[in-house]
Structures are given as C-alpha cells and as structure tokens.
C-alpha cells in the first residue's frame, strides 16, 4: 500500500469546504459578538473588568492581554478576527500555498484564545473550547493546490466523536429523565433561551418527546461510532448526525454549538455521496482525483507532510485524557487538559430543570414607589420576559448577558457581576442599556431597581386563544429588595 497516497484523501474536496468556510463563518460571528459585547460586560468599565481580573489572577493561558488590555485593542483583535474570517468563508488564502489557510486559521485561534482566557464567567461556555478547537484542527486541511490530509480529516471526526457521544454519556450518567425518556417534557420549555418554535415543540404529544429523547440516545451513543466506518455508512451516519442537529437548530438557541457539529459532520461526508445527494456538486472539485488517476497528480510538498503528521502525533497523545475521562465514573463536561484549549471533552445538559424560573429586574422613577404600577419591566433580546413576546432566533449569534441571566436562579443572584450590572442600571450605562432590548427609561437614570423571581410556563393552546398570551407567569419572591444609588452619586433624571 502507497501510504503517501492514503494520505491524500482526494475525493473529500467538498468537505473541506465545507469545514473550511464553515468553521471561519463562525469565527466571523464569535468576533462579531465580542465586539458588540465583550467592552460593556468585561472591558474597561464593565461588569467584570478584565484589568482588574488580570491584576489578581496570574494567567497562565496564552493571551495578548497578559500584559495589557484596553477596549481599543480589544476590538483590534475583533476586527482583525473578523476580516481573516471574511477571507477564508471567500476562500482567497485557500487558493496559495497550504501554509496561507494555516497561518490564517492559528491566527484566528490564538486571536479567540487571547479573549476566552480573560473571558471569565461569560466566556464559560463549552462551544468556546470547542470553537478553539474546531480552528487549529481545520489550519491543518491545507489549501486548493493539495489533497485534503487523510489524518485531519480523521481527527475531526474524532472531535465529532467526542462532542456527540460525550453528551450522550453525560446524559447516561445525569439525570433519571434521561433514563425514564421524560427529559423532553420539559427542556424545550426550560432550556436557556427558546426560539420561536420551541412552545410549539412543547405542545407535541408525550409520546412525540419519548421518541425525541430515544432518538437523541441513538445520534449520541451509537451513531459516532459508525463515522469511523467505510463510505457510505459514515456519510450515512453524519448525515442523521445533522437531521438531529437540524431539530436543536429549530427548537432552540444555543450560539454556535449545533452548527459546528453540522460542519463537524461534513469531515465524514466523500464527494460521491455528496454529489449523490445534490446533484449539482462535481465529483472532483480540482482535478486531484482525475490527475492522480492518469499519473499527473501534484504531489504533496514533503515539508506540508511533516507538518501535518507531527500535529496529527501531537493530537493523538493529547486526546488519552479526553478518552480516560470519556468512561469515567466522575466524567467532566466542557474541561480542558491543557492551556492550548486542544483536545478537549465536551457534553451538555446532563440533567434538565423541571421548572423555568426567571429573574426579573424591574425599575422605577417615584421618590417612593408604593405598588406594583410604580415599577417598569427592563426587556431582554433573548430572554423571557414579556409574556405576549415570541422569542426570537438568535443562534448562532451568542447573547451572553441573556445567557447568564439563566443561570442565576440556578445558583444564586447574588453573583458580583449580577450586582454590577444593577449599579448600572442606576446609572443609565449606555453600554449596558445596549444590550437590552427595551429600556423603559429611554436612557434616564431610575431611582429604584429591585429584582423579582417568576414561576414560568409556555401558555396551553386554549390560554393562547383566550388571552394572547404565550407565557404564563407567577411571582414566586424578591430576590433583591428596591436599591438604589448612595445620595452622594444620585443625579437628577430630567423627568
């Protein structure tokens, strides 16, 4: 057997294309929302200002704000991100030697790097990692001029393997509703952030969520095993690995996790079966499978071949822990092994909340409110809030305040950034009132926040009908009583 010709996987042109513009696509959105967000909740004057975090914690991870961080060089690194992004989804360095889409990819790496290492809670995120990732193992597919490399392709969908099957284990291991089938019953109405068609999804019979949850087992736990397989079976497999993604897509909102298991997917998917599928794909997008078939193949530069079969070794030592903590009894979920952000193990939702609590802060402008009518609701983009609201389609784009604000009935409001984000709104932070949805203050100071918890539920088909409503709340408690500023810092609204 040539082994240097098993190396060259000619007929996985499309799916380097796919991975290719597909992970820099992402890459493009992840930067996009860091510009948008990441000066507001961890810049200079944000919630958790890095500076400060920098100046307590010794980082040890690879990061350009070790040293220094401003907002202006923050969005330096945005917006280089996001213009290398833009030139790999146009697919202009694939076009030169394989080293230009290399050096564009670590470059978008280490750029998202620098920023999840100082990213603290609001970077806490398993797709972040897995974004990490998904960029240093794509720099390795090469470019135009050369086969896609068997090995990378390979350790791809080793990736897939471990973020399909290790939420499947996760699963196992969790919570009894994943055992019992019930977990559906309730995760399209509790998840973090429902989309517009999660309530629909709620409403579908009992048995409809049994057979979604025995179909998640199935994607999960059996089908990874079958992307290792010959063509056409591991096409066949990726290909319900997507469907399923598919329905996540349509059901929720969770950033770029479901899309970059699609892209993930297309590392096992051959031009034949792609073609197969849509007809109007070539079978052979640059003539390699046709010059390697008459002799005339280009051969693959030897300095390209060591690269990549050193990273290939690298990968292969690093992924025994993800493999030891895949069957452990005390499995990990979303953790790193290393300060490179590589190899990594993955899962989600290993247990499901019953009963869908939100946190609601609400302000008012009366020296002393004295009823309910006093206060006015803050809305969030993503969040629950105004009942009569159909939320909206968010991902992949990621909503990091909306996110956490999930979490806290989870753990507790009393969380220092929850604190911070409340002084804010005291103070009518543009930047802050940015990201929300609706300020009903039109950018005046309140003199009053307090913070509610509510008991909600998607409304029925009949309440729908009779009151428009598409979420049922009930209070529950005060969670943080009225606050407002020192009298010292007070300022008069205008009003």
Known sequence: MDWVAWFDATD??????????????????????CLNQFPALLGERGLLPVPEFLAVFRLRQPALFRWRYSDRLLRLVCIAGMLIALLLVLGLPQ????????????????????????????????????????????????????????????????????????????????????????ALYYHHETQP????????????????????????????????????????????AAGIVIFTQLWLVVTGNFAWLNWSAIILAFAAVSDPVAHAVLPFLPLDWHGH????????????????????????????VLSYWPIRNLFSRHQLMNASFNRWRLVNTYGAFGTVTKHRIEIVVEGSMEQMPESDGDWQ????????????????????????????MWFLPLRTVHEDWFYMFLRKLLEADPAILRLLRHDPF?????????????????????????????WVRTLLSEAIPP???????????GR
Do not use: C
């Open 289 to 316: 499978e046709a010059a390697a078939a008459a002799g005339n193949a280009v051969e693959t530069p030897i300095y390209w071949l060591v690269i990549v079969l050193a990273v290939t070794v690298l990968l292969l």
């Open 483 to 493: 606050s407002g500023l020192p009298r010292g810092e007070q300022k008069q609204s």
């Open 377 to 404: 609701e803050y809305g969030f983009k993503g969040k629950p809030g105004e009942v009569r609201r159909i939320p909206r389609q968010w991902a992949p784009y990621h909503l990091r305040l909306d996110w956490l």
């Open 193 to 236: 952030m429902p989309g517009p068609f999660s309530r629909q999804a709620h409403l579908l019979p009992k048995f409809f969520h049994r057979g979604e949850v025995l179909g998640n087992h199935f994607a999960q736990l059996a089908v990874p095993f079958f992307l290792f397989a010959p063509q056409p079976l591991a096409s066949i």
């Open 442 to 470: 039109d950018g005046e100071r309140p003199r009053w926040v307090r913070v509610r918890r509510y008991l909600y539920r998607f409304a029925t088909r009949k309440e729908f009908r009779e009151s428009g409503q598409r």
């Open 12 to 33: 996985y042109e499309f799916a380097r294309l796919v991975l290719q513009r597909g992970v820099a696509a992402l890459y493009f959105i992840a930067f996009l929302s």
């Open 95 to 182: 076009t030169g030697p394989p080293w230009v889409p290399m050096l564009a990819f670590l470059a978008l790496w280490l750029l998202y790097m620098s920023i999840v290492n100082v990213g603290q809670t609001f970077y806490g995120f398993g797709w972040e990692i897995l974004l990490l990732e998904m960029g240093f193992t794509v720099a390795f597919l090469g470019s135009d001029q050369t086969a896609p490399p068997q090995t990378i392709l390979i350790l791809l969908v080793w990736l897939l393997f471990r973020l399909e099957f290790g939420a499947g284990m996760i699963k196992i291991h969790g919570g009894s509703e994943w055992r019992d089938l019930t």
